[in-house]
C-alpha cells in the first residue's frame, strides 16, 4: 500500500461539489488518469449509497461505512486530502438527501442546510457534522410536517455519525445569530434540500445591513482570534499543537474567510487576489499551507480513529512515518515533519496578520491625517511605520534593519505596515553576504542590540519577517526546529527569543520583585547587555546539526563578534558564554556543591567575577526559556548557591579547600552556637554529638545540624515512650527553598525503596537525598522534595499527611511492597529512553553511579531494590529530570565502604537495567558505560 504523501507544490481546490473537473484543474500533480480512476471507484459506491439511503438510516449507514472506507483507501494510495473532503461531503449529502425525500414529502415547507465546516464542504473523516432544518413561519403547526421532521431526525440519529441538528424560522435563525458563532455558521449554509426561497430568508435576515455588519464581525472576529491564541500561550510552538485551533492553525485561515465574505461576499482565498489583498506568491502560500494541514488533520483522524485535531507525542512519530519522514543524519523523522509544520503554521500566522491589518485599514475609520516623516526614509500612518516610497529595499537594502531600530525608538508604533511587511519579504534576498559586510548593516544590527528597550520585541518581528534568519542563516536554519522530548518545550528560535526576552525583562526595573538578584546584576553590573544577547543569539544556534553545538556555535559567535567589530575581550566572553552556557546548570544539578572541592573547581573554570555575573544571568533566563515547569524554587536555589560560593572564591582567590577536619570543626561551632540561643543544654548537644560521623558534619550546613540536633535531643528524652517508633521531621527549608524531611529511623537494608515508594505515592518528587547513619546504626537521611507542580509543600494538612505516611512505612514492622506500581503517564509512552549506566571515583573516595533511564513512577525505589539486591551502600544522590528523561547521580560505596569492584559494578548494571528497562520495546534495552 502506498503511504499517503505530504502536498508539495499544487493548490487545493475550493470546494465545488458537483464539478470534479474544477478540482482536477487546481491539482496539478494529479493526472487526469488518476482522477479518472478515483472517480470510476468511487462511482458505484455512490450509487448505492442513494439506493441505500431510499430504504432507511440502516441501509444507508452501512453503505456510508463502505465509501468511507473507500475513500480512506484513496487516502492510503495517494490521493490529497484537497480531493477526499468534498468527496467525503457529497458522499453525506446523498445520504442525508435520500432520507429527506424518504420522510419529507415534495414541496414541505422545511429546508435541508449543512452548516459550519460541513456547509464549506469540508469533511475530515471524523468531523464534526451540522445541519439545520429551516421552517416557514407557523409550518410546524401542521403535525403532518412535525410527524415527518420527527421520522427523518429519528432517521438522523440512526445513520450513525454524530451529526448536530436544530429546527428553526428563519426569524429564530436571526435571532440565534446575535452569537457570533452561530452567526458564522449561519454565513457558511449550502442548501441540500428543499425549497431555495427558505435559505434565502435566512441569508438576508443575517446580512450585514440587518445583522453584524462588517465592522463590527471584523472586530469581534479578531477579538475572538486573539482570545483563542492567548489559550495556547501566544503560540504556534507548543510541544503537543493543536492544529485547528492554534495560532497559525486551520481556524486562522478560516478566519481571514470568513472576514473577507462578510465585506466582500467573497467564496474563496482567490477572490482575495482579485480584491488586491493578496498577491498570487501570498494566494499559493496560503492554499499551499492549507493543503498540508488538511493532509496532516487527515492522516491524524484515522490514527486516531477518532476526532483529534492535537498533535500528540502518541501520534507525532506515527505520523512522521505514514508520511515517508526517516530518521537519518542529526535529526529525527518526527523532527523533520514539525519542522515543517511550525514552518507552515508560522507562514499562516504571518499571512493572517498582514490580511487583518489590510482589513482593519478597509474596514474600520482611522485618522486620516497625513503621514509623519520619520527620517529620509520611513513614515508613520495610522499607526504603522511604513516605507517612504516603493522600491526603497531594492535601492537600500540596509533600510530593512532602519525600520525595526525606528519601531524600538517609536514605541508607540503597532509595528510595519502590511504593504512594509510585503515589500520587505519581497526583498529577503538582498540580505547576502555583501549585505552582512557592509558597515550599515553590521552598524545597523549592533545598534538594535544596545537599544534602552525594544530589543526582544525588534527581534521577534526580524524573525517573524524572514529577516534574521537571512541576516543570521545559521538562525535560520533551526527556525521551526523542535527536539521531540518533554524538556524542550520550545523551538530552537522560539527557545531563543524568549532567553532574550527573558533577560530584557531583567533590565526592567518594574519587573525586579520575579527576580530581585537578577535584575539588580544586570542593571548594575553589566555595561553591555548587547553581550549577553549576543550569547543568547548563538547559543543554541547549532542545534541540529551534530555535533558539539555549544562548540560549533561558539566558533560562530567569535566569527560574527569580529566581523561586527567587538574587541577582543567582548568577543572573547560572548564566544566563552556560548561555549559553556550549560556549566553553570550541570554543576548545580549534577555535583554536590556543599564540596568546597567542587565550587572551586567550578570558580577555576569561570575565572573572574564579571564572567561569573554574565554566565549566572544567561543560565536562569536559558532555564526559565526551556520549559515553562522546569524553573522552581530548587533550581532557583542551587543556582543562587553555587554563585554566592563561586563569587567568594573568586574575590579573594581561588584556593586549596580546608582540610575536612577543619571544615567539620567549623561547622559545629557555628551549630551550636545556634543551639545555644535556643536554650539547647550543651549536654544534650554532646550526647547526640557522640553518635555522629565526622561526614555528617561535612555534609551538612550549621542550621540543619542544630534542626537535627535539638529534634534528636528531645527525642532521645521521650525515646522510652515510644520505644523504636522514627522521628520524621518536616520544615520548608531556606535559602534552599524546598520543603526539608529528616528521617531517623533504626537502619534496615529496604528502608530507601520504602521511603522513595511512599514519597513517590504520595505524589513528591525527590530532588536531592543524603543517606547516612550514626556509630550506632540509626539513619541520619534526608530528602528535599518539591510537589509534582515544582512548588514546595505548603500547608499543614499536606505536612501531616506525609509525616503519618512515613510513620506508617518506617515503622520496624512495616512490609515493602503491595502497592501496583502507578501506570506510565500517556506523554510519557512514546518515548524509548534506553537505561544507560556509567560509573566513575567521586573525590571523597566513593563511586559515582549516573542512571539516565526514563523518568516512570517509581523510578528511584527500583534503582534502590537494585541497589539493595546487589548489596550496594547509598551515601548521597542528586535527582535531575529534562523533560521524560531522568538523569539521577549516586555516591554509593560497598558495605564495606570502600568503592564498587569490578563484580559488583556488573552486578548493579545488570539489576539497573533490568528494572528499569522491563516493558522496554524489542531492541530498546539499556546498556553500561564505565
Not at 661 to 677: G, I, V, W
Amino acid at each position: 500500500m502506498r503511504r499517503a504523501a505530504l502536498p508539495t507544490r499544487w493548490s487545493p481546490p475550493v470546494p465545488c461539489l458537483g464539478d470534479p473537473a474544477h478540482l482536477e484543474q487546481d491539482l496539478p500533480g494529479l493526472s487526469p488518469q488518476a482522477w479518472a480512476a478515483a472517480g470510476a471507484r468511487l462511482a458505484p459506491l455512490e450509487a448505492a449509497l442513494e439506493g441505500a439511503a431510499a430504504s432507511g438510516a440502516a441501509a444507508a449507514r452501512r453503505a456510508l461505512a463502505e465509501a468511507g472506507a473507500a475513500l480512506d483507501a484513496l487516502f492510503d494510495e495517494g490521493l490529497p486530502a484537497t480531493v477526499l473532503l468534498p468527496r467525503r461531503a457529497r458522499l453525506l449529502d446523498l445520504a442525508l438527501r435520500g432520507l429527506w425525500d424518504r420522510h419529507l414529502p415534495t414541496g414541505a415547507p422545511a429546508a435541508l442546510v449543512a452548516v459550519g465546516g460541513y456547509g464549506r464542504g469540508e469533511l475530515h473523516p471524523h468531523s464534526d457534522v451540522d445541519v439545520l432544518v429551516v421552517v416557514a413561519e407557523r409550518a410546524l403547526e401542521e403535525k403532518g410536517l412535525r410527524e415527518a421532521l420527527e421520522a427523518f431526525l429519528t432517521g438522523l440519529f440512526d445513520l450513525g455519525p454524530a451529526i448536530g441538528h436544530s429546527v428553526r424560522t428563519p426569524a429564530q435563525c436571526a435571532e440565534e445569530a446575535a452569537d457570533l458563532t452561530v452567526a458564522t455558521n449561519l454565513m457558511e449554509a449550502r442548501l441540500l434540500a428543499g425549497p431555495p426561497g427558505l435559505l434565502r430568508a435566512v441569508q438576508e435576515a443575517l446580512s450585514p445591513g440587518r445583522l453584524w455588519p462588517s465592522p463590527a464581525f471584523f472586530e469581534a472576529k479578531r477579538r475572538e482570534q486573539e482570545a483563542r491564541h492567548h489559550r495556547f500561550h501566544g503560540t504556534a510552538y507548543n510541544l503537543e499543537p493543536h492544529l485547528k485551533e492554534g495560532p497559525g492553525g486551520l481556524r486562522d485561515l478560516q478566519t481571514v474567510a470568513w472576514v473577507a465574505h462578510r465585506h466582500f461576499g467573497t467564496a474563496s482565498l482567490r477572490e482575495l487576489v482579485e480584491h488586491g489583498f493578496l498577491t498570487e506568491a501570498e494566494h499559493r502560500a496560503l492554499v499551499e499551507a492549507r493543503a498540508f494541514l488538511w493532509q496532516v488533520r487527515y492522516a491524524l483522524h484515522l490514527l486516531a480513529g477518532r476526532r483529534e485535531d492535537r498533535l500528540l507525542f502518541d501520534h507525532q512519530r506515527a505520523l512522521a512515518e505514514r508520511f515517508g519522514y526517516r530518521d537519518g543524519g542529526p535529526n529525527l523523522a518526527v523532527e523533520q515533519f514539525m519542522k515543517r509544520y511550525y514552518r507552515t503554521v508560522a507562514e499562516i500566522g504571518l499571512l493572517n496578520e498582514l490580511l487583518l491589518q489590510l482589513f482593519e485599514q478597509s474596514l474600520l475609520p482611522g485618522d486620516e491625517a497625513p503621514p509623519r516623516p520619520l527620517g529620509r526614509r520611513f513614515q508613520a500612518r495610522r499607526g504603522y511605520l511604513e516605507a517612504a516610497r516603493p522600491g526603497l529595499f531594492r535601492r537600500q537594502p540596509h533600510a530593512m534593519l532602519e525600520a525595526f531600530l525606528l519601531l524600538q525608538q517609536h514605541p508607540e508604533l503597532k509595528g510595519l505596515s502590511a504593504a512594509t511587511v510585503r515589500q520587505l519579504r519581497q526583498h529577503l534576498h538582498r540580505i547576502d553576504e555583501g549585505f552582512r559586510r557592509d558597515l550599515r548593516a553590521r552598524s545597523l544590527f549592533m545598534e538594535i542590540l544596545r537599544q534602552p528597550r525594544g530589543v526582544a520585541r525588534a527581534l521577534r518581528l526580524m524573525t517573524r519577517y524572514g529577516v534574521l534568519g537571512a541576516y543570521l542563516p545559521a538562525l535560520g536554519q533551526v527556525q521551526g526546529l523542535m527536539q521531540h522530548d518533554l524538556f524542550h518545550v520550545y523551538t530552537v528560535d522560539e527557545h531563543t527569543l524568549r532567553v532574550i526576552r527573558n533577560l530584557r525583562r531583567m533590565a526592567d526595573p518594574g519587573r525586579r520583585e520575579e527576580l530581585p538578584l537578577c535584575a539588580d546584576l544586570m542593571q548594575s553590573r553589566i555595561p553591555k547587555p548587547e553581550l549577553l544577547y549576543l550569547a543568547a543569539l548563538f547559543h543554541d544556534i547549532a542545534k541540529g546539526r551534530g555535533g558539539d553545538h555549544s562548540e560549533l556555535g561558539a566558533a560562530e559567535a567569535e566569527t560574527f563578534c569580529r566581523l561586527h567589530g567587538l574587541s577582543d575581550y567582548d568577543t572573547a566572553l560572548v564566544s566563552w558564554l556560548v561555549r559553556d552556557h550549560l556549566l553553570m546548570s550541570t554543576t548545580s544539578q549534577r555535583r554536590d556543591i556543599s564540596d568546597p572541592a567542587e565550587v572551586a573547581a567550578f570558580a577555576r573554570r569561570v575565572g573572574d567575577p564579571s564572567r561569573l555575573d554574565h554566565l549566572y544571568l544567561l543560565t536562569v533566563a536559558d532555564i526559565r526559556a526551556t520549559n515553562p515547569t522546569l524553573w522552581n524554587s530548587w533550581r532557583d536555589a542551587l543556582l543562587l548557591e553555587l554563585y554566592d560560593a563561586a563569587m567568594r572564591l573568586l574575590r579573594r582567590g581561588v584556593e586549596p579547600p580546608r582540610d575536612r577536619a577543619q571544615r567539620a570543626a567549623a561547622r559545629r561551632r557555628e551549630a551550636l552556637a545556634l543551639l545555644r540561643a535556643h536554650g539547647v543544654a550543651e549536654t544534650a548537644v554532646e550526647a547526640v554529638w557522640a553518635r555522629l560521623e565526622e561526614d555528617y558534619f561535612l555534609r551538612h550546613s550549621p542550621d540543619e545540624i542544630a534542626w537535627h540536633t535539638q529534634a534528636l535531643a528531645d527525642w532521645e528524652c521521650e525515646r522510652g515512650e515510644e520505644g523504636e517508633a522514627p522521628l520524621v521531621l518536616i520544615r520548608h527549608r531556606r535559602p534552599l527553598r524546598g520543603t526539608e524531611i529528616f528521617v531517623h529511623t533504626r537502619a534496615d537494608a529496604g528502608l530507601f525503596a520504602r521511603t522513595t515508594r511512599a514519597l513517590d505515592r504520595l505524589g513528591l518528587d525527590i530532588v536531592d537525598a543524603r543517606i547516612l547513619s550514626t556509630r550506632d546504626g540509626w539513619t541520619l537521611d534526608t530528602y528535599i522534595v518539591l510537589e509534582r507542580d515544582g512548588e514546595t509543600v505548603n500547608s499543614p494538612h499536606r505536612a501531616e499527611e506525609i509525616y503519618h505516611r512515613l510513620r506508617r512505612v518506617l515503622a520496624p514492622a512495616a512490609e515493602s511492597g503491595g502497592e501496583a506500581p502507578r501506570p506510565l503517564p500517556r506523554r510519557l509512552r512514546p518515548f524509548r529512553i534506553p537505561t544507560r549506566v556509567r560509573f566513575e571515583e567521586d573525590r571523597q573516595g566513593r563511586t559515582l553511579l549516573e542512571v539516565t533511564a526514563l523518568d516512570r513512577p517509581g523510578l528511584l525505589s527500583r534503582i534502590a531494590e537494585a541497589l539493595l539486591a546487589c548489596g550496594v551502600r547509598l551515601h548521597s544522590a542528586r535527582v535531575a529530570t529534562f523533560g521524560a528523561r531522568a538523569e539521577d547521580l549516586f555516591h554509593v560505596t560497598g558495605p564495606d565502604g570502600r568503592p564498587l569492584d569490578a563484580g559488583r559494578r556488573a552486578c548493579l548494571r545488570e539489576a539497573l537495567i533490568e528494572r528499569l528497562d522491563a516493558g522496554a520495546a524489542p531492541g530498546e534495552g539499556g546498556r553500561g558505560d564505565g
